[in-house]
């Protein structure tokens, strides 16, 4: 399936409500992602006609949180606007009326909500750059990123960029609040936080257009993402640090060697730097076979890789492009991750040492993957941002 602007993408749900149907009996309300906000549908499965309930023109995020009668209860948030509670209800209309409730989840004190009114942030659809070749139609549409930026320019010139770069491949950073991400941005820098293709929320045709391509396809979108900013004069070519976890991490990793003049810093929080090394180690050996393959993963899935696996594995990592890296690279690694074990970063780290590189690597002992305990959350961004400001102010 490819999705037009505008038009439903198809669904990217995770979680469903105990009871999600309105009064009729025969329309369900949820959370889905669409391009790059979360937003409320409202599917009525009789008739299949589908609805988007929440404001479409605002570029918020919307959780579900709550459902009785005709009535509903969600969050709204963006990356410069805080949660705030929101009451929906269904009119005689059939249309759908929001009101505030007073008091926001989060309270912020004044210096932060001085901080973030100063931030601004839009969501830019980056033209595919290259769509000759064996490509779907919803494969060669645009994607997207949210680009968050300071409304003011200090002399007229750019805050340094951070890339941001999700993991999954097949998940993506929606338009919701990040105390973490408003951290980096109320610090003085701009984000760029790429939903690349292969992300959810765009259509089936653009999803599947990346497994057997990563360290391709991937890279090359994110690369096009910063030569678009750097184009609008919205980004200084010389201030430019790029970070992701996970399949993040790997394209982080990636980006640093083929294009390793690009980046003035990098962090990777637990990178996949090796699919060699990886698929021997992980909980999800098969990842590995399906992101390198593609499609044609199940006729060479199996438990004990052979040589011609592991070369290729080897050929798709980004420890196949480290003789070209020259970037100042911080690693943040969970000591106890099992889907992409930390061998595999500090292998890369150590590769790194070797040829002088300046690297810094932080290992979380009680962390898995995620690296989301609050103590290591805070101290793991803390770090990024100590490290950014020393190579890109």
């Given amino acids: 399936m490819s999705a037009e602007d505008g038009c439903f993408p198809g669904l990217y749900c995770t979680s469903f409500l105990s009871n999600p149907w309105l009064l009729d009996g025969c329309t369900i309300i949820l959370s889905t992602i669409w391009r790059s906000s979360l937003v409320l549908l409202s599917i009525n499965v009789l008739s299949a006609e589908v609805s988007r309930i929440s404001p479409i023109d605002s570029g918020f995020s919307w959780n579900l949180l709550a459902l009785d009668g005709n009535n509903v209860v969600a969050v709204s948030s963006s990356p410069v606007d805080v949660p705030q509670i ?12 929001w009101l505030d409730v007073s008091s926001p989840i989060v309270k912020c004190p004044e210096k932060v909500k001085s901080l973030l009114s100063n931030q601004q ?5 980056i033209p595919v750059k290259d769509v000759s070749g064996n490509l779907t139609e919803g ?8 680009f968050v930026s300071s409304k003011t320019r200090r002399n007229d010139s750019c805050e340094p960029l951070i890339v941001m770069l999700h993991g999954g491949p097949h ?30 929320g765009f259509g089936e045709e653009a999803l599947q257009s990346l497994p057997g391509k990563i360290g391709t396809q991937d890279v090359n979108d994110v690369l096009t993402a910063i030569d678009h900013v750097i184009d609008l004069k919205k980004a200084n070519p010389s201030k430019i640090a790029v970070l992701g976890g996970s399949h993040g991490g790997f394209l982080t990793t990636h980006l640093i060697g083929q294009a390793p003049d690009k980046f003035a810093a990098a962090a990777a929080r637990n990178p996949v730097c090796n699919l060699a090394l990886m698929v021997g180690t992980s909980d999800i050996p098969d990842w590995c076979f399906v992101e390198t393959y593609g499609s044609e993963w199940k006729n060479y899935y199996t438990e004990a890789p052979t040589a011609e696996h592991l070369t290729s594995f080897q050929m798709k990592s980004p420890i196949f492009h480290i003789s070209k890296v020259k970037t100042p690279t911080l690693f943040l690694l969970g000591a106890k991750d099992l889907r992409v074990p930390n061998s595999t970063g ?9 040829k002088g590189v300046d690297v810094k690597t932080i290992v979380f002992p009680n962390d898995i993957h ?23 102010k």
């Fill in 171 to 200: 998940t993506t950073s929606v338009t919701s609040f990040s105390k973490s991400l408003a951290f980096l941005s109320s610090n003085g820098f701009n984000l760029l936080i790429v939903n690349y293709r292969g992300s959810l």
């Fill in 346 to 354: 500090l292998q890369y780290a150590r590769a790194l040492k070797e």
């Fill in 139 to 146: 494969a060669k549409k645009p994607f997207e990123a949210v």
């Fill in 121 to 125: 942030f839009d969501i830019m659809k």
């Fill in 370 to 392: 995620g690296i989301d305990r609050p103590q290591s959350d805070y101290e793991s961004f803390l770090n990024i941002g100590v490290w950014f400001k020393k190579y890109c």
């Fill in 86 to 97: 929101k009451y929906g209800y269904l009119t005689d209309n059939a249309t759908w009326n």
